[in-house]
DNA sequence: GTGAAAGCGCTAACAG
DNA sequence: CTGTTAGCGCTTTCAC
C-alpha cells in the first residue's frame, strides 16, 4: 500500500500486466542477467508510465541488504566543529542518494556506542562513517570485531581502516612556510586536544616548515592542549609577553577566541601581530580583519569518503585518499 | 548471516531449539496474541542468552513499515542555525533509539525536493520531521498529497499540521518587558528573514509588550529582512543616529554581527547601549560582555517532536506542543 | 495456549 | 532470452 492509498505496483502486478513473469521484470529492472532490448524497453515505459517504485525492504530481505549507511554524529562538540560536519553530511548525503543510498544517523561519544550498536544489531546499516575520530578509537574495535565495512574522515595510524582526508600536513606546512617566507620571526602556535589525529599532523605540517628553514633566527612557542577559555586567555599572554610576531592558530574556534582576546587588549591586528589560522570556516568569516588561512572542502571529502564506502560495499577494493584540495584564503590579518 | 560470519539466529532456529512454533516466538516477542507465562520467560532466557536480534527488514516487509523516521535538513544554513539545529538532531535521535526507531537524514531546499520524494517513493521512512520551516511550505503540500505523517518543530498558521515548539511570543514578551523595566527608553529591533514564522512571533511578542505598557515615553524603531552584513551595518549605524539605548536583536547571529558593529565603533556595552537577543547560543557564549538574552532547549523540543511523530505512527491522537520551558540568560550586556 | 500455512515483494538458482 | 521454483525472516489469519 502507498501511503495515500492506492495500492502500489509489485513485480507481480507489472508482470501481469504485461503477461511475463516476475523474474523477467526484476531482471528488466536490475538490468542483470540476460533479457532482451525490447522487453527491457517494454518495462522501462510501463514503470515510469506507472511510477512503479521498488519496495526496499523485500529487496533487501531478499539481498540481505539495507541501502542505509550509518554517519556517526560526535556528541560532544564545539561550535567550531558544526560547520565542518555540517558540510560533510551535506555531501554525505548527496552522494548517497545518487547512489539510491540513505543516510541514518546517530550519536556517538568516547564511552557511549550504544546507538551504534543497536543499529549494527538491527541490521539497519550496509556500512558506517565514521568521522573526527580520535587517535584510540574504541568505535573501530568494535566496528572490526562485527565485521561491518566503514571508512574513516579523518586520519589515524591504523593501517587497516581506510580514512578520506583532507592533506593538513602539506596545507599547514604551506601556511608556516608563507609566514616564514614573509620575514616573520618570533611565532607562536597555539592548538587544541593533541588525541585528535588532526592536530598531530597540523603540528607535524607546521614543525616541516621550519625544519627547512635552517640558519635563520626564528622562534616558535607552542601551546598545545589549549581547550578552556583561561587556557587561551593565558597563552595569548604568554605569547604577546615574549615578542610574538605571529599567531598561528590551530583551528577556527581557537582563532575566534585568540582574535577576541587581541582585541580586548587592543593589540592591533596585523600591525602589533599577525594571526593565521590553520582551519577556517563560517566562525571567521565577518571577522574584521579577515583571518589569512586554510579552507578545506568537508562536503567533496563528506562525498568521497560516502562513494567509497560504497565502493567497499561492492566489493571493489579501494585504498585512502588524501584530499590535495585546499585553499589559502588570504586576509589581511597577515603583514 | 550476521556480519561477522556466525549465522544469527531467526525465529525458525529458536523455534527448533526450544521444540516450538515459529508462531509461538512471534508472540512471545511481540506480546501480542495469548501464550503462557512460562513459555515467554523461556523464549526471553534464550533470546537474551543467545543474543538474538529481529531481522528489521524482515519484520518491515510483513507489517509494511521501515521503523525509520525522516529528518529534513535545510541545506541552506546560516551558522546561526546551526547550533539549533544540531541540538534538535541529538534529542531526536535519542527519542527514536528509545522507542527502536531510526533516523534517516535527509536534504532540502525550497526549491529541491528531490531527496524527499526518493525517500518517499522508495518507501524508506514511516514519517518525517520537518524543520524551521518557513510560513509558505511547499513540502508540507507535499507531504499532505502523499499522506505521509509527519510533525513540524517550530510554528505556522497551518492547523493541520502538527507543530512542536518554544513559546517565542510569551518569551520575547517577557524579555521586552524586563528591558522596558529597566527604564531603557529607545528602542532598536533588528531582526532576519520574516519569511520564517519564528521571527514573525518574536515581532509579536515584541510588539505585545510594548502595547501593554501605555504612555510611556519609550520609541521603538524596527529594522526587518536584516539579512547581509551590509544590512546590519547599516542598521547598527541608523539605530545609533537616532539615539537608541537599547539594541534587541532577533537571533544570535545578527547579535554576535551587531557586537561586531559596536565594537568596531568603540560603542560601550552597556555604558553606551544595551543589547539583547531573542535567541541566545553557543555563538554568544564567549562574548564580553556576556549577552543577556532567552535560552530554549532544542534537544527537549526535538524529542518531543519525535514523540509526537511515533504517537502519531502508532495511531495516538496528538495535538500541538507549545513548550514553556525557556529561560532567560542574564548577562551583564543590560544596563 | 499453540501450530500450520500463507504471504509481504523481491532475488536467485536452475531449467528450458 | 524467459519462466519455475524456492526462499529471505517475520507476521498473521485460521484452525485445533
Redesign the interface.
Known amino acids: 500500500?502507498?501511503?495515500?492509498?492506492q495500492r502500489s505496483y509489485t513485480i507481480g502486478d507489472i508482470a501481469k500486466e504485461l503477461g511475463v513473469s516476475k523474474t523477467t521484470i526484476s531482471r528488466a529492472i536490475s538490468g542483470k542477467g540476460r533479457i532482451s532490448k525490447e522487453t527491457q524497453e517494454r518495462v522501462r515505459q510501463f514503470i515510469i508510465e506507472h511510477?512503479y517504485?521498488?519496495?526496499?525492504?523485500?529487496k533487501?530481505?531478499a539481498q540481505?541488504k539495507?541501502f542505509?549507511i550509518g554517519?556517526a554524529?560526535p556528541?560532544e562538540?564545539?561550535?567550531g566543529d558544526?560547520?565542518f560536519?555540517?558540510h560533510s553530511?551535506?555531501g554525505i548525503?548527496?552522494t548517497a542518494?545518487q547512489n539510491?543510498y540513505?543516510?541514518?544517523?546517530?550519536?556517538i561519544t568516547s564511552d557511549n556506542l550504544?546507538?551504534m550498536k543497536?543499529?549494527?544489531?538491527?541490521?539497519?546499516v550496509d556500512g558506517i562513517i565514521l568521522t573526527r575520530t580520535q587517535c584510540d578509537d574504541y568505535p573501530v574495535r568494535l566496528l572490526k570485531?562485527?565485521?561491518?565495512p566503514f571508512v574513516v574522515i579523518g586520519s589515524s595510524l591504523d593501517t587497516e581502516v581506510t580514512h578520506a582526508d583532507n592533506d593538513h600536513i602539506s596545507a599547514c606546512k604551506m601556511l608556516t612556510e608563507l609566514l616564514l617566507n614573509r620575514g616573520l620571526k618570533h611565532f607562536a602556535l597555539i592548538g587544541g586536544n593533541m588525541e585528535y589525529f588532526v592536530n598531530k599532523s597540523r603540528l607535524r605540517g607546521y614543525q616541516m616548515a621550519f625544519e627547512e628553514h635552517p640558519g635563520e633566527e626564528v622562534t616558535s612557542v607552542t601551546y598545545l592542549n589549549v581547550i578552556k577559555?583561561f587556557q587561551i586567555v593565558k597563552a595569548v599572554d604568554d605569547a604577546l609577553s615574549v615578542g610574538t610576531d605571529c599567531i598561528v592558530c590551530m583551528d577556527d574556534f581557537i582563532c575566534?577566541?585568540v582574535v577576541?582576546q587581541l582585541?580586548?587588549r587592543s593589540v592591533r591586528i596585523p600591525d602589533d601581530v599577525s594571526v593565521a589560522t590553520f582551519y577556517s570556516s563560517?566562525?571567521l568569516e565577518?571577522?574584521?580583519p579577515l583571518i589569512t588561512g586554510l579552507e578545506f572542502d568537508a562536503a567533496k571529502i563528506g562525498g568521497i569518503a560516502c562513494q567509497m564506502l560504497i565502493d567497499i560495499l561492492d566489493g571493489k577494493h579501494v585504498s585512502d585518499y588524501v584530499s590535495p584540495d585546499y585553499r589559502l584564503f588570504m586576509g589581511n590579518s597577515v603583514k
Open positions: 500500500m502507498s501511503q495515500n492509498g511510477n517504485q521498488p519496495n526496499i525492504m523485500a533487501g530481505l540481505n539495507t542505509n554517519l554524529m556528541e562538540f564545539g561550535i558544526l560547520p560536519f555540517q553530511v551535506n548525503c548527496q542518494a539510491d540513505d543516510v541514518i544517523l546517530f550519536r550504544s546507538q543497536r543499529i549494527i544489531k538491527n541490521h539497519k570485531e562485527n565485521g561491518i577559555e575566534s577566541r577576541a582585541s580586548e563560517m566562525l565577518h571577522n574584521n
